[in-house]
C-alpha cells in the first residue's frame, strides 16, 4: 500500500510539472507560476504575479516564450495570458470546490524558493466561499501553481499563504474567469 | 474521457482520509468561552464535552456550535489545569466520539486533527504520529498515561479538538497548553479518568506547602562539599502564614532541594512533586539551610481552587 502510495504520488508530480511554467517579469526577475490550461496558449496564474504587460514564461524543459496579457483581475487574483504558439499540452481538468471534503489529500506545485517543480503534500482544511483553505505548505514562488487532487484534476490556483494555511482560487472561479476572457486579445488598460 | 482515475491508491487513501473526518465530524463542536481564542472540543458521551482548560475564559454563558448553524448552550462541570481539560454539559444530544485502540498505536501512523471553526464548518490537518512514550507529568502537575506528540499544523481553533487515526477513531484531545514549543495529545484514556473527577468532585487535586519560590544555581563547590548532584535548586522567598511549609519548619532563605525525594531543579519540578496523590501525606523535603542540608517533614496540603 505505502509503496503504491509512493508510486501514485511521484505519477502526479510529474503529470503537474508538465503543466507548470515560471513566470518572468520583463527583466528577468522570477515572480511565481502559472498553468498551461489550454493547448491553444492560454496560461492561468495569479493577477499579483504579472503586474507588467510584458511577460515570458519559462517551461519545465528550459524553454522560454514571450506571453500577453489578455486578461488580470486583482478581486480574485487571477491574470491571463496568452503564448504565441499552440502547444502540445493536455488540457487540464478542473473539480468544483463544492465537491471537496476536509481531509482529502491535495498537492501544490510550482517554484518556491528559486526550486523548480516542486511538490507539497497536505490535506483540505476547508473550503469557504472565496477560497480552497489546505494545510500545504507553501511559498512565495507557489502564487499561480496548481493545486491539485489525488487524480490530478485542478481544484485551484495557489494564491496566498495565511497563518500557515494555503489559500487557492478556486477552479470554478478560473473557469468562469476563463470563459469571461479567453475570446480578448489583449488586457484593456486600467481605468 | 480522461487521463484521470480514482482507482490509485493515493486516491483510495484520500478518500479514507475525508471518509474519516466525515464520520468523526458530528462529535467534534466548536466551544465559545473566550472572545479572544478560538477552540474545539470532543462529545464523550451525548450530553458531555470535553475541551481544553486553557482556552475557557468565561465560565457562564459558555456556547458550543455543532454542525452548520445549531448552537447549545454549555456549562461549566470543572476544570483542571494539571492536565488543561474542561468538561462541559449540555442539553444538545451528542454523537459520542469512536475511541481508537490506544495499545495499536505506532511512531508513523497517519493522523488527523479535527477541529470545528466559528462558522460551524469542520476543518482538518493531516499528520504523522511522531512521538510516543510511557506516563508522564505535566509542567502543571498532572498525570498523563502516555506521552503522544503529533507531528501536524495545530492550527488557531484546533485546541480541544481531537486527535484521530486513518479510520476516524479517537486518540486523544490535542492541546497547545501543555508544551510551548508543540503541540501535544492528551490520550482519551486519560481524558476519560480526568472527566470523571470532575463529574464526581468538578476538580482534580493537587498539593499545596504555602511558600513562593526561585529558581537558583548551586555553586559547584557547594556542590562537591555536600555531595549534591542537582545544579540548581529553588530558593524559599515568602511563606505563607500556617501553611504546611511554615508548620514543617521551612524558613524564608531555605534551599529546597527535593520534595519526596524528587529533585526540584525549578518550580515546575515543584509542581510536577505535588501530584494528587501528595495530598494529605507527610513528604520528606530535602532543605539547604546556611550551607548545610537538613530534612524537615511535610504534611503536605490541598491547593485551593483559586490557586492559593
Not at chain 2, 26 to 37: E, K, L, Q
Not at chain 2, 104 to 127: N, Q, T, Y
Not at chain 2, 144 to 160: H, M, T, W
Request: aromatic share 4%; charged share 25%; hydrophobic share 45%.
Amino acid at each position: 500500500m505505502a509503496s503504491d502510495v509512493d508510486a501514485d504520488l511521484a505519477a502526479l508530480a510529474e503529470r503537474m510539472r508538465a503543466w507548470t511554467v515560471r513566470i518572468h517579469e520583463a527583466r528577468g526577475r522570477s515572480m511565481g507560476s502559472g498553468v498551461i490550461w489550454t493547448d491553444d496558449g492560454l496560461v492561468v496564474t495569479n493577477a499579483h504575479v504579472v503586474r507588467g504587460a510584458r511577460t515570458t514564461v519559462e517551461f519545465p524543459n528550459g524553454r522560454f516564450e514571450r506571453a500577453a496579457l489578455i486578461a488580470r483581475d486583482p478581486d480574485c487574483d487571477l491574470a491571463l495570458l496568452r503564448l504565441a504558439s499552440e502547444l502540445e499540452a493536455t488540457p487540464v481538468v478542473t473539480r468544483s470546490a463544492a465537491q471537496l471534503r476536509a481531509g482529502e489529500l491535495v498537492a501544490a506545485v510550482g517554484n518556491p524558493l528559486g526550486l523548480s517543480g516542486a511538490l507539497t503534500l497536505g490535506t483540505v482544511q476547508r473550503v469557504n466561499a472565496k477560497w480552497v483553505i489546505a494545510d500545504v505548505r507553501l511559498a512565495p514562488g507557489n502564487s499561480g501553481g496548481p493545486l491539485v487532487d489525488t487524480s490530478g484534476r485542478i481544484v485551484g490556483i495557489n494564491s496566498m499563504i495565511a497563518r500557515g494555511l494555503a489559500l487557492a482560487v478556486p477552479a470554478d472561479r478560473v473557469v468562469a474567469f476563463l470563459r469571461a476572457h479567453a475570446g480578448e486579445k489583449r488586457a484593456q488598460p486600467a481605468a | 474521457m480522461s487521463m484521470f482515475t480514482d482507482s490509485s491508491a493515493l486516491a483510495a487513501l484520500s478518500s479514507e482520509l475525508a471518509n474519516a473526518v466525515e464520520r468523526l465530524a458530528p462529535s467534534i463542536v466548536y466551544v465559545d468561552s473566550d472572545p479572544r481564542r478560538d477552540a474545539s472540543g470532543i462529545a464523550l458521551s451525548e450530553h458531555a464535552v470535553v475541551t481544553t482548560e486553557h482556552t475557557i475564559d468565561r465560565e457562564d454563558e459558555i456556547v458550543i456550535r455543532l454542525g452548520g448553524e445549531a448552537t447549545a448552550r454549555a456549562t461549566l462541570v470543572g476544570r483542571d489545569p494539571t492536565t488543561d481539560l474542561a468538561l462541559l454539559h449540555t442539553d444538545a444530544s451528542l454523537v459520542p466520539v469512536p475511541r481508537a485502540a490506544l495499545d495499536a498505536l505506532k511512531v508513523g501512523h497517519i493522523v488527523l486533527a479535527l477541529a470545528r471553526d466559528e462558522d460551524g464548518e469542520a476543518a482538518a490537518s493531516m499528520g504523522v504520529l511522531s512521538s510516543l512514550d510511557g506516563p508522564w507529568r505535566t509542567w502543571r502537575g498532572g498525570d498523563v498515561d502516555r506521552f503522544i506528540r503529533p507531528d501536524l499544523n495545530l492550527y488557531s481553533g484546533f485546541s480541544g479538538g481531537a486527535l484521530a487515526d486513518a479510520h476516524g477513531a479517537v486518540i486523544g484531545v490535542n492541546t497547545w497548553g501543555l508544551s510551548r514549543r508543540t503541540p501535544l495529545t492528551v490520550p482519551l484514556s486519560t481524558v476519560v479518568r480526568v472527566a470523571e473527577q470532575l463529574e464526581a468532585g468538578g476538580r482534580i487535586k493537587r498539593g499545596y506547602l504555602g511558600v513562593a519560590m526561585q529558581a537558583v544555581r548551586l555553586p559547584q563547590r557547594l556542590r562537591s562539599e555536600l555531595g549534591i548532584e542537582q545544579e540548581s535548586a529553588v530558593i524559599v522567598v515568602d511563606v505563607a502564614p500556617e501553611g504546611p511549609a511554615e508548620r514543617a519548619g521551612a524558613l524564608i532563605g531555605d534551599v529546597l532541594l527535593a520534595l519526596g525525594g524528587r529533585a526540584l531543579e525549578d518550580s515546575d519540578d515543584v509542581a510536577r512533586a505535588l501530584g494528587s496523590e501528595t495530598v494529605g501525606t507527610k513528604q520528606r523535603l530535602d532543605v539547604l539551610r546556611a550551607g548545610r542540608r537538613q530534612t524537615l517533614e511535610v504534611l503536605v496540603g490541598e491547593r485551593s481552587r483559586n490557586g492559593e
